[in-house]
C-alpha cells in the first residue's frame, strides 16, 4: 500500500477552490490546509507535520510564490517543495529551482501524476541518506540533453557497447519511461521491460534484476522502459533507487538513457550518478538549451568536474563556428560526433554504429568517449582526434556561462 502523503498547498495568484480540486482525492492523500502568502504557510510549516508542500501559482517572474518557495526552504529545509504553476518560462524554472523547489509540473494536471510527482518528491528527499553508505563500485553514467533527437539514447547505447566492447560489465537503463527506444536501437526484444519488474512484487536483489534484464549480444545488459506510456507511473522513485543500488554492486558501468528535460526519474539519476554525459547538437536552439541545462545541474550543485559534454553532428554546416560553440556553452566540448548517414540506417536495423560500422569516425567517437570512463588510451580515428586537438587546449569551465 502507499503510505499517506500530508500535504500542504500554498496557493499563489489562483482560484483557491480549484486548485484543492486538482489536488489527488485518493484517501492515501491528506491534504494538510491551504495558505495564502509567505507568512501563512511558514506558519503552518512550523507547526505542523508536512511531508510534501506544494505551491501552486501562475508561475510568473515577479510572483510572490518565489519568496514563499524561498521562506519555506529555509524554514523547513527537509520538506521537499513542489511547484505547481500555469506556466514555465524558463526563467522562472531556473528561479524556483534557485529558490529550492524540489520538483516543477505544470497545473493543471491529472490526480494521478500530481500524486505520483509528489511521491517522488518526498522519495528524492530521504535517498542521498539512504544511498551512502551502500555505493557499490560501479560507476553511475547518466546522458543528458535537453531536447529530443540530440542523440541521447544513439549516445547511450553505443557507449554501452563501447565499454562492453573494452570488457566492462554494463548495464544500460531506459529511463524514457514513456516513449524509450533503446530496444529499437539495440534490437533486443522487449520481452521483458522495467515495468514487469515493477509490479513482480516482493524485495528486489541482483538475481531478480537479471530476470528482468535482456541481454544485448556484446554481453550489454538492458533494462528497458515499459512497452507502454500508460505504464510509466508504475516506475516509483523508491524502485529506482534500488535498481540503481543494486546495479552498481554488479556491474562496472550503469548506463541511465534519459528523455528531454529534468523529470523526477532524471533528477533522481543525476543525484546518484558519477558521471553526466550532456548531449548537444551543432544549432543555435539546442545550443540555447544545452546551456540552459547547463545552468540547471549549476543550481543543482552537480561538480561540473564529472560531467563530459558530447558535441553530435558536429560537421554539420550551419553557420555555427567552434568558437561559437565555446562562446555559447563556455566550455568546450570533450567527444565530437561528425553525422553519417549511416547511423540511421544502423537505428533502423538495431545495431549500434559502433558494430556495424566499427572503423567509422563515429564509432571511434564513441571509444573516446568510452575511454574517458575507463581511463584506457583507445586510439582515435585521425579526424576525430584532429578536430578535438585544434579545439585548443586551456583549462575547461562549464559554469563560466554568461549570466544576465
Ligand atoms: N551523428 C548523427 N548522424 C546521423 N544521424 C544521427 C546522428 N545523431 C542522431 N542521428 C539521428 O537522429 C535520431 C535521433 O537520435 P536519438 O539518439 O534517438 O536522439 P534522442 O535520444 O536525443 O532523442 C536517430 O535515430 C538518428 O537517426
Ligand atoms: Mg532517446
Known sequence: MERTIRALVAVEGLDTFEVQRAMPDDPSFQLLGLTDGVDETVRTLQTRDVDVLVVACEGREDDRSLQIIDSANRTAPSVPIVVLSTASPNGFLRRAFEAGAADMGLYPQSKDQLRFMLSKAIARTTRTSDMNGHRGEGKLICVLGPKGGTGKTLTSTNLAVALALANQRVLIIDLDLQFGDVALALGVPPEKTMYDLAISGGSLDQDKLSDYVMQHQTGVDVL??????????????????????????????????????????????????????????????????????????????????????????????????????????????????????????????????????????????????????????????EPVAAAAASQGSGRRSLFRLRRK
Open 224 to 381: 528497458l522502459a515499459p512497452a507502454r506510456p500508460d505504464q510509466a507511473s508504475a516506475i516509483t522513485i523508491e524502485l529506482l533507487r534500488d535498481v540503481l543500488v543494486i546495479a552498481r554492486a554488479h556491474y562496472d558501468f550503469v548506463i541511465a538513457d534519459t528523455p528531454p528535460g529534468f523529470t523526477a526519474e532524471v533528477i533522481s539519476t543525476i543525484d546518484a550518478s558519477d558521471a553526466l554525459v550532456m548531449v548537444g547538437t551543432l544549432d543555435s536552439l539546442s545550443l540555447k538549451n544545452t546551456k540552459l541545462g547547463l545552468e540547471t545541474l549549476q543550481l543543482m550543485d552537480y561538480d561540473e568536474e564529472k560531467i563530459q559534454l558530447v558535441l553530435n553532428r558536429a560537421d554539420t554546416r550551419v553557420g555555427i563556428s567552434h568558437h561559437d560553440v565555446v562562446a555559447v556553452l563556455g566550455s568546450q566540448p570533450d567527444i565530437f560526433i561528425p553525422s553519417d548517414r549511416e547511423i540511421p540506417r544502423a537505428v533502423n536495423e538495431g545495431v549500434p554504429i559502433t558494430l556495424s560500422r566499427p572503423q567509422s569516425y563515429a564509432a571511434a567517437a564513441f571509444h573516446e568517449l568510452a575511454a574517458l570512463f575507463t581511463g584506457g588510451a583507445e586510439p582515435a580515428a
